[in-house]
């Protein structure tokens, strides 16, 4: 790996299913994350490294160190946001395959350590992170981890009713192949956050993610002539869904400012059509924060709100629990590992929270895992003007390498304490 | 003409696209429209008379009284809202064939008047009317009338991105046929209101229509990540659209009680994911009343409350008028006429106003028109609920032959005054 090439690649990639404005279009199982993988695979092959795709659609790339052993996984997500930003989940799996590459150059170097490694190493594109097209988020990796089951999974319609089954068999990529077994994983991400940018530092250490959930609510309303029906007689499920999604916003204002986000992002309106007064609406809301007695004092507040609305308006509401998440604690091990890590490359870092989801949030559940950040300007994403400089991500490159590094040689062995002679050699 | 024979028929079209809650879902240029089409021309082909669809998917079917003669047109359109009801605007249509056909057997009877008819007769499916799928509505009948452009109405597109143009061909309905010079116009709906209904009458005969506009309105955010962008560094469109829609909803409430109605129906989102906050929404809002300044004053008054949502919220907003229809006056004469044709037959009737819009708005533009309403059980329309009893809809067919009898010899010429012996003679 070479920083010219790691940024020649990266760039690459974001021409694939670019926009005009700079960003990438590249939802889950369409042409353009097909293309992505074709890349993934030829890099690979290029490389002499075999190549797998599960029966939920992640694409893992082997590099063989240690026949027979389980593998320290590095990875991320090619797929994006509907005009998301080229930097999420494309840079993680970018910066692992050249990460994956300078470790195996390493391993097989002149000054390679008299104790080689103990796993083998493999590259992950996870299936579906974003969650855009197909819900839920982060839908390969957690079937990776067995917390969603794969044939529920494969079931998934997006809103033209095409399942992941078809998306993924129309561009090729429904695998059969092997799971490998995994001892560790790390991944790299921008923030998509401000606090590295305000700190001045390269290196965020992930220690938990924020407690999140959903609602995924219905209004059934009363379909009718928008023009002849008097207004005392109509019942307008889109005017009742316009109030949820005010109060969905209000809500966050009960708390002290950014201790509870929210949103809805996702509505559909039936039958949508200008001079009919909707029949039924559903929506999406999103409520995140890193104490989850806020989310839940702000979901019961919102059913409160929602049955008056319901009242008021003259609609039946229903609002039901989706993709709830506890806050995640990311190993004090793999923190220290990645905090030594930062050090021994002279790069600056300090501990941050997650407050978006990640694929490594799936793989903390089963394996000992290190989520590393680097500096998002603005703080911004899931859009077009999303931006990392090429320093910042050629600096997480090589923070990435040395994890790995560390990781494929047993650091992070769940049973034993990290050796701390690697650190010195590495 | 029968009355079982137009039951049996009017029964038989609503199982043409019928849904389980006992309405039609049978847009314009889909699948269900062409087989209402085929039905249609089957009616005509089986008593001999001649069919055309012209430029714009508008379908006559010719009966010939007067050889050379101009046209009375008797019509409605056969396309439905999505889940629409079965009785709006297939009951015009169905009701007109047999109103035709019972007029033709009279021509030829023995106890035909001396003085024949003047005119021919056509019976018309107008193409679009709802405007559901592709807008404006009242397409076919506006291109029919010279009032909208049939070149620009062609290239009209849906949601999904087709053009009338395209979905006309894929139905076989783009004619090329020469339209029907038209002499006079008469159509019967149902009232979409309650007033027939609370009177215990069945036939309106309808003075004009109300004064109606849209907005089209664009609400441009910032598209950012539901959970990792800061409250205070989001632009969603998605809440400032919802804002909009409450106060389209409460501009009704400075007015009286029923003075003014008001909605939106229709509004994308982008880019809809669930945990993308909102870049853009579009949504239609309809503005209706008797009086034009009270639609004036409230898209005022929302143009101003536009303006301060956009700047609470961040947002950038645009409104553009749309389908701005003043009000529409029928004809004295054809009021008397249809008074006369209603006494004549011993049905009570009653003059109305439509807050709808109908093809007859069109026609009235251009030719001596009559338009009937036939009661709504408890107003409602544009839904799977929408009632109206067999005997109003014969009753109604009734009243159209009857006036179409009278408009065929001559009695709305607009040069000439109605000949009375007519109306002794019918």
Redesign the interface.
């Known amino acids: 790996m070479t920083p010219d090439a790691f940024l020649a690649d990266f760039h690459a990639v974001a021409r694939i299913g670019a926009t005009p404005a700079g960003g990438v279009d590249r939802q889950a199982a369409t042409p353009a994350d097909r293309e992505t993988r074709e890349w993934f695979a030829a890099f690979a092959a290029r490389r002499g490294w075999e190549t797998r795709v599960d029966g939920i659609g992640n694409q893992f790339a082997l590099v063989e160190l240690v026949p027979g052993a389980p593998y320290v996984l590095l990875g991320s997500h090619l797929d994006s946001?509907?005009?998301?930003g080229r930097f999420d989940g494309a840079y993680g799996v970018i910066a692992a395959l050249h990460a994956a590459e300078r470790i195996a150059a390493r391993v097989s170097g002149a000054d390679a350590p008299a104790d080689g490694p103990v796993y083998n190493l493999a590259v992950v594109n996870w299936f579906n992170e974003?969650?855009?097209?197909f819900?839920p988020?982060i839908m390969g990796s957690s079937v990776f981890a067995g917390i969603k089951d794969e044939a529920a999974m494969l079931d998934v319609r997006d809103?033209e009713g095409t399942s992941v089954r078809e998306a993924l068999s129309a561009i090729g990529y429904l695998g059969a192949d092997e799971r490998p077994a995994i001892a560790a994983y790390a991944e790299i991400h921008i923030e998509?956050?401000?606090l590295l940018e305000r700190d001045g530092l390269p290196i965020g250490a992930v220690d938990r993610s924020?407690y999140?959930q959903?609602l995924d609510i219905e209004v059934l309303g009363?379909?009718?002539?928008?023009?002849?029906?008097?207004?005392?007689?109509?019942h307008?499920a889109?005017?009742g869904?316009?109030?949820v999604?005010?109060r969905v916003?209000e809500v966050?204002e009960l708390f002290p400012?950014?201790t509870l986000?929210?949103?809805?992002?996702?509505?559909?309106?039936?039958?949508?059509?200008?001079?009919?007064?909707?029949?039924r609406v559903r929506l999406?809301a999103?409520l995140?924060a890193d104490d989850a007695a806020v989310v839940l004092e702000a979901r019961d507040r919102l059913l409160r709100d929602i049955a008056e609305i319901a009242d008021a308006y003259g609609l039946t509401i229903t609002a039901r629990d989706f993709d709830v998440r506890d806050n995640q604690h990311y190993p004090e091990s793999g923190l220290a590992l990645a905090e030594e890590a930062a050090a021994h490359l002279g790069l600056g870092a300090r501990r941050i929270r997650?407050?978006?989801?990640h694929d490594s949030v799936a793989m903390n559940r089963i394996a000992p895992t290190v989520m590393l950040f680097i500096p998002s300007v603005d703080?911004?994403?899931?859009?077009?003007r999303e931006y990392t400089s090429d320093a910042d991500m050629v600096a997480g490159v090589e923070m990435l390498a040395e994890v790995g590094w560390r990781l494929v040689h047993g650091a992070l062995q769940p049973e034993t304490a990290p050796a701390p002679e690697l650190a010195a050699n590495a």
Do not use: F, Y
Request: glycine fraction near 10%.
């Open positions: 946001q509907p005009l998301g974003e969650g855009g097209r819900a988020s809103l998509q956050g401000r924020w999140t959903k009363e379909q009718s002539h928008t023009g002849a029906t008097a207004m005392a007689d109509r307008d889109l005017l869904a316009a109030q999604i005010t916003h966050t400012p950014e986000v929210s949103s809805v992002g996702q509505l559909t309106l039936e039958p949508n059509s200008p001079i009919v007064v909707a029949r999406v999103d995140r997650t407050m978006a989801g703080g911004v994403s899931h859009c077009e």
